[in-house]
């Protein structure tokens, strides 16, 4: 349903490579990259099209998101909670299972470095 998702930073690179490094159980890595006249733009996807963009902040603010990206299985979600807690990310909640979603969501949210709530989830289906 989601073609792509593009995200405004101060430090596009900087996101982007805790993108790679945090998420890189679940096949996450660099697509492309261009610069613009207003900053970098990198794209990131776990195949050839870029899904996941991060830009310059053009527009200011308070603005975070909730981002959530699937994992293969618990193993790759738990890798995710590990590497996360290596780059000094805030963990918002260690991974398990939330039943209040479906009996199988396994599930850790982490804040990006831009404040982001972003979450890897294996639905164990």
């Known amino acids: 349903m989601i073609d792509h998702l593009a995200l405004q930073s101060p430090d596009a690179a900087g996101c982007a490579a805790f993108y790679v490094s945090v998420f890189a159980p ?6 492309m990259r ?3 006249t207003d900053g970098l733009v ?3 996807g776990t195949g050839d099209f870029p899904e996941l963009w991060f830009g310059p902040l053009v527009d ?3 603005r975070p998101v909730h981002l959530a990206l699937t994992a293969a299985g618990r193993e ?3 890798t995710v909670h590990e590497l996360a807690i290596a780059a000094g990310a805030e963990i918002l909640h260690e991974p398990r299972v939330w039943p209040e979603y ?5 599930g850790v ?4 470095p831009d404040g982001n709530n972003v979450e ?3 639905h164990g289906f």
């Open 109 to 112: 949210f982490l804040r990006d």
């Open 42 to 44: 990198i794209g990131l």
């Open 76 to 78: 790759a979600v738990d």
């Open 120 to 122: 890897a989830v294996n």
């Open 102 to 106: 479906h009996p199988t969501y396994y």
């Open 34 to 36: 261009f610069d613009r």
């Open 60 to 62: 200011p603010g308070t």
């Open 26 to 31: 679940l096949g996450v890595h660099e697509v």
